[in-house]
């Protein structure tokens, strides 16, 4: 073999080699080009602000009387007898119990013996006035026994009044042995059976007109500021599925139950001979919510330069930009957005610490979308 040869096919083997390092570099460096170039799209999850729809508030209640009377008599004595029953239905001035009247009776008796006697002594005193005035004119009495005689004449007067006071009360007491309705209405409950003792207001019938009809259910404190005065509200019965009634908020209590923490509303219901007192009803209030309100998660507030911010996607160019928000306080659902936002906004719900100017996204599928609508 020639060694003179060798040196130049070692000179051939090192350009070989270092032409192939060169387009292996040369790939190499198009790849990286080819990467860098490369968009970045990130997936994000989004929530659609929904148009503002009213919310329904549904709470059971219990149909009652406006109007609850717990009847007794206004003195003591024994229950003589008692002519109703629970379910009765009661007319105003009808008579349903009475007290044994026996001594009652005994007592208007001598009432009015006492003012028999305090009319006679009365009678007497006026005589004997007269006399003494008579003899006065003759100067056969002198001025004290006339001025003692119409003192006379005077305390029997008075002693009349006195006793014709106590025939009138002897008599009351009398008729109050007797125990009428003040109103129509049905008897709830009965307190006191024949032969039985009573006190005086002791109560012995509950009646409950049933003119005026209304509901009452308990409301939590958290709810209790969406029911005022007046506000309309539907009335739903279990007894009867098909009647609705168009019912008037009469009264919102002022305090909650020391024990349950809710608070009282009672509502007025128009008449209705198909609803009974006890009735299980159910309360329904439409409450709207405000048109210039929304709320989105927390998650999805951000700040830039100071301001607070949310990111919103342009579904059509599938890029995110960011958008100035009025915060109006934080609620059970996230953040509440005062102004900036509008029904159909996309808005990334989270990874906001990801986001920049006109950065393409990746949004969800339509179904996943639809489930993450946010009023």
Known sequence: MNRLALPGMKSILLATTLGIGAIVLSGCTEEKKEEAAAPVIRPVKVVEIARAESRKLTYSGSVQSRTEMNLGFRVAGKVDERTVNIGDRVRKGQVFARLDPTDYRIAVQAAEASLDAAAKAVETARLANERVRSLFKTNTVAQSQVDQAQLSYDQAVASRVAAEASL????????????????????????AEAGQVVSAGAPVVTVVADAEKEIKFAVPETEI???????????????????????????????????????????????????????????????????????????????????????????????????????????????????????????????????????????????????????
């Open 168 to 191: 009138e009360q002897a008599r009351n007491q009398l008729a109050y042995t007797e125990l009428a309705s003040d109103r129509d209405g049905i008897v709830s409950v009965v307190g």
């Open 225 to 375: 500021g969406n029911f005022s005065l007046g506000q309309t509200v539907a009335a739903k019965f279990w007894a009867d599925r098909a009647l609705t009634l168009e019912g008037k908020v009469r009264e919102v209590s002022g305090s909650a139950d020391p024990l349950s923490r809710t608070f009282q509303v009672r509502v007025s219901l128009p008449a209705n001979d198909k609803v009974l007192i006890g009735m299980t009803a159910t309360v329904e209030a439409k409450l709207a919510s405000g048109a210039d309100s929304y709320s989105v998660p927390l998650t999805a507030l951000a700040e830039k330069d100071g301001a607070k911010i949310v990111w919103t996607v342009d579904a059509a160019k599938s890029t995110v930009h960011s958008r100035p928000v009025e915060i109006a306080g934080f609620t059970g659902d996230g953040v509440g957005v005062k102004s900036g936002l509008k029904p159909g906004d996309l808005v990334v719900a989270a990874g906001t610490q990801f986001m920049q100017e006109n950065l393409t996204v990746k949004l969800p599928a339509i179904g996943a979308l639809a489930e993450n609508l946010i009023q």
